[in-house]
């Protein structure tokens, strides 16, 4: 079948197998030019299908030489769709880290539910032993409660609505939108989803089957940004559940010091991700940071960020700011580059925005996420889905 991109607003149904696999092969490139550092060496990775959890499990991978569980929940091709995007990921960083090495088991399945922290318990008693690391990156639109109940995370203000500029993704205008005020319960169920609950309850889960190793350190990833995207983001419902998702960081320290375990937020940049391209008003930002970042030599994708996570801030002395989160967003929040963003973030507008925006590179990295826009993959070609 020939395999062609259906936009429909801020996702593409589509995924083209053998883009994804050259989206992979990328990546694994990009850390390989690090060479190898010492460092964890049986990593379990919560969310290991796209964006940063999928860069988190090749940055281990290839820069400590760590076998690695992957845990996801991405839909299989019924033989007329595709597969997801994070389904071919998969599959092809299998096939890469076998090739080359390295143990890489894969879950698909709700990582919400006690079914699959079992599996994959019992998948680490067999095959590792212990685990020294576990990344959790899941980003999910609602949860399966322990009860059966399911609750659903917004993406809203707390307190009063926020009107702002967003970039329309289907025309590429520049337009106003007003982000409706989540109410209590809306907040509750986005700390659910979001907040770090579940991360807890892998851990829980973990030490009580034995399957932590001492000293293990275990990292969830968050979000801060500037001041334009604070009411939607650092004050808005998935803030509260990221400031739940540091308390949980500090809890998990606490509670688990007698396994050693050192739990980390580390604060990432913000990205063309499956989940980001979601939100009002991020795009455009995103759109601006790129072209910001690009110029002052700084820009770096999902990647980029991981390498220098594993490969830098996490090596010897964890390098971290006075609140113990690592601070992986340290050139985006850089006084320079905000001040350029927020210089023309008041007169932008659909005139505009191509020339003060990096528009192309948030499409491009758009595009790539589904495997398209490779220019060495053959997109009139038949591809088995
Ligand atoms: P993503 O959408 O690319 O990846 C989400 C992952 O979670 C995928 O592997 C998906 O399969 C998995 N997943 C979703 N629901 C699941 C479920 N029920 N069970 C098992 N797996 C499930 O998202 P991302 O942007 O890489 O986000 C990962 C983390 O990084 C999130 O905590 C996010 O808030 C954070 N973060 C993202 C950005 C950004 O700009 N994208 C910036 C900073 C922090």
């Known amino acids: 079948m020939v395999v062609e991109p259906k936009v429909k607003g801020f996702i593409c149904t589509t995924a083209h197998p053998k883009g994804c696999e050259e989206s992979v092969r990328r990546q694994i490139a990009s850390t390989k030019k690090f060479g190898m550092v010492e460092g964890p060496k049986r990593v379990l990775v919560i969310g290991s299908s796209t964006g940063y959890g999928l860069a988190s499990r090749i940055?281990?991978?290839?820069?400590?030489g760590a076998g690695t569980?992957?845990?996801?929940?991405?839909?299989?091709?019924?033989g007329k769709r595709t597969a997801t995007a994070g389904w071919y990921n998969t599959k092809a960083f299998e096939k890469f880290a076998k090739e080359d090495?390295?143990?890489?088991?894969?879950?698909n399945g709700d990582g919400f539910s006690e079914e699959i922290k079992?599996?994959?318990?019992?998948?680490?008693?067999?095959d590792f032993g212990q685990v020294d690391m576990i990344i959790y990156s899941m980003a999910a639109p609602r949860r399966t409660l322990p009860d059966g109940t399911s609750v659903s995370s917004v993406l809203k203000t707390v307190g009063e609505p926020f009107t702002n500029k967003t970039i329309d993704l289907r025309t590429n205008e520049i337009k106003e939108v007003t982000v409706p005020a989540a109410n209590e319960e809306e907040v509750r169920a986005t700390v659910q989803v979001m907040g770090g609950e579940d991360w807890k309850d892998w851990i829980t889960a973990l030490n009580e089957a034995g399957v932590i190793k001492q000293g293990a350190v275990t990292l969830a990833y968050s979000y801060i940004g500037p001041v334009v995207t604070h009411a939607i983001y650092k004050e808005g419902s998935i803030g509260h559940a990221k400031k739940h998702l540091y308390d949980t960081s500090v809890e998990l320290s606490e509670q688990f010091a007698n396994i050693g375990l050192r739990a980390y937020i580390a604060v990432n940049k913000a990205l063309v991700t499956q989940s980001s391209a979601a939100i009002p008003?991020?795009?455009l930002y995103i759109s601006l940071l790129y072209r910001v970042m690009k110029d002052a030599g700084l820009h770096e994708g999902c990647i980029e960020q991981m390498n220098r996570l594993?490969?830098?801030k996490l090596v010897g002395d964890?390098?971290?700011?006075?609140q113990g989160r690592i601070r992986?967003?340290?050139y985006e929040m850089k006084e320079e580059v905000q001040q350029k963003i927020a210089d023309v973030w008041d007169g932008i507008d659909s005139g505009s925005v191509q020339e003060l925006a990096d528009i192309k590179e948030f499409w491009d990295e758009f595009y790539h996420m589904f495997g398209f826009g490779y220019d060495n993959v053959d997109y009139t070609e038949d591809v088995e889905i």
């Not at 964890?318 to 006075?322: A, F, I, L, N, S």
């Open 59 to 64: 940055a281990v991978t290839y820069g400590y």
């Open 69 to 78: 569980i992957g845990v996801a929940f991405e839909r299989e091709s019924n």
């Open 281 to 283: 008003v991020v795009p």
């Open 101 to 107: 090495g390295y143990y890489a088991k894969s879950f």
């Open 318 to 322: 964890v390098e971290t700011d006075d």
């Open 310 to 312: 594993f490969l830098d």
């Open 328 to 330: 992986m967003d340290d």
């Open 118 to 126: 079992k599996q994959v318990i019992e998948c680490i008693r067999e």
